[in-house]
């Protein structure tokens, strides 16, 4: 059912790797503390090397600049025994390989996609770090609808810039915060051309904000047994409302 994904992507058999990559390859690239070996030990159970998009299997150009390098785009998946920390095991993951990746996050029927984009270690060059991450929530590739069936098929090869690499993964980053967006407006789609969507994500992460604020607020107000406080707490939850739809007009 996870192999839904693989349909939407489109990506040219000729990136076709399917290899399994074992756990303690992971151990020996990352410096994993006791906890968190213990963690991806127990949650990770499987994970795969499905595609490598490079110049000898896919017609897009590298690209290199003073802060990062794209030669070659790695797709792999995590198979995970449960659900819980797929975010955590997304970062671990992510930081192990030293060059942009697609990662599917797969649980049973469900799926998850990370993407983290990577630079050079400003003290190092001959080092390459994540410099941000981004996840979606769970969804059922087999059995998407609506916005998450928008998503998934605008994230196809086939529609996304072919300049190089980099442009690439970029057209990836755009539509998976498109479809994080639309968490909020209920529907996917694209900024309008020409928008950088780089201030996009900068938007959707105040409007993240707002809602956990909005979230303990409501919280603390469930327990609060003063009158006055209570009043107080409702204002400031409706005033947050009106923030935070304001921020996500247009989304």
């Not at 290199?64 to 095991?89: F, G, K, T």
């Not at 993951?93 to 030293?98: C, D, K, L, V, W």
């Not at 968490?183 to 904000?209: H, I, K, M, N």
Request: charged fraction near 25%; aromatic fraction near 10%; glycine fraction near 6%.
């Amino acid at each position: 059912m996870i192999d839904a994904i693989y349909k939407y992507l489109a990506i040219p058999e000729s990136c076709r790797l399917g290899k399994r990559v074992f756990k303690r390859l992971f151990f020996q690239k990352t410096q994993l503390g006791a906890a968190d070996k213990k963690i991806f030990e127990r949650d990770v159970d499987s994970i795969l090397w499905q595609y490598t998009l490079k110049p000898s299997t896919i017609p897009v150009a590298v690209y290199r600049d003073d802060q990062r390098e794209y030669v070659e785009i790695a797709v792999m998946q995590a198979n995970l025994r449960q659900p819980a920390r797929h975010q955590r095991m997304a970062e671990m993951i992510q930081r192990a390989i030293p060059y942009p990746m697609l990662l599917v996050l797969a649980c049973e029927s469900r799926a998850a996609i990370s993407l983290a984009g990577k630079r050079f270690n400003q003290a190092d060059h001959s080092k390459v770090v994540a410099e941000e991450f981004f996840i979606t929530d769970w969804f059922s590739p087999a059995a998407a609808t609506g916005v998450a069936a928008d998503f998934l098929t605008d994230m196809a090869i086939g529609k996304l810039p072919q300049t190089n690499f980099y442009a690439l993964y970029n057209g990836w980053m755009e539509r998976l915060i498109a479809f994080q967006c639309a968490r909020f407006s209920g529907q996917y789609r694209l900024g309008a051309p020409g928008t950088d969507w780089r201030a996009r994500r900068g938007r959707l992460a105040e409007c993240v904000r707002i809602e956990e604020n909005i979230t303990q607020l409501r919280r603390a107000l469930k327990s609060e047994t003063q009158f006055n406080r209570q009043v107080e707490l409702n204002m400031r939850i409706k005033g947050m409302e009106k923030e935070l739809a304001l921020m996500t007009g247009g989304f």
